[in-house]
Nanobody
Framework: QVQLVESGGGLVQAGGSLKLSCAASGSSISSYIMGWFRQAPGKEREFVAAITRMAGTTEYADSVKGRFTISRDNARNMLYLQMNSLSPEDTAVYYC??????????????????WGQGTQVSVSS
């Protein structure tokens, strides 16, 4: 099973940008569908973005479309999330996730098998 470690979170002003990284180990991510989820205080974990194995398909939550970009580097075993035009509503712990399953609904967190520990993103107004 793949192990995932997120990094790149921090405090940023509204309108700013951050790039999250997710380093995978224990297995090549080329076999995995990868995703980003987030959880704000007092709220359920929600889907942010996902990318298929060969990066042929990406999917985004409506709230981040046009602002966030998910990408992967299978050779480096890395997943990324570029976040632009950040707003206070984007404040949350961001989690990297992976699954070997096929034919899944990319947005559904229950399909993902492996999770990182999360990285905090805080956006000030």
């Amino acid at each position: 099973q793949v192990q995932l470690v997120e990094s790149g979170g921090g405090l940023v002003q509204a309108g700013g940008s951050l790039k999250l990284s997710c380093a995978a180990s224990g297995s090549s991510i080329s076999s995995y569908i990868m995703g980003w989820f987030r959880q704000a205080p007092g709220k359920e974990r929600e889907f942010v973005a996902a990318i298929t194995r060969m990066a042929g398909t990406t999917e985004y939550a409506d709230s981040v479309k046009g602002r966030f970009t998910i990408s992967r580097d299978n050779a480096r075993n890395m997943l990324y999330l570029q976040m632009n035009s950040l707003s206070p509503e984007d404040t949350a712990v961001y989690y990297c996730a992976a699954t070997l399953k096929t034919g899944i609904r990319l947005t559904a967190l229950g399909w993902y098998d492996s999770w990182g520990q999360g990285t905090q993103v805080s956006v000030s107004s």
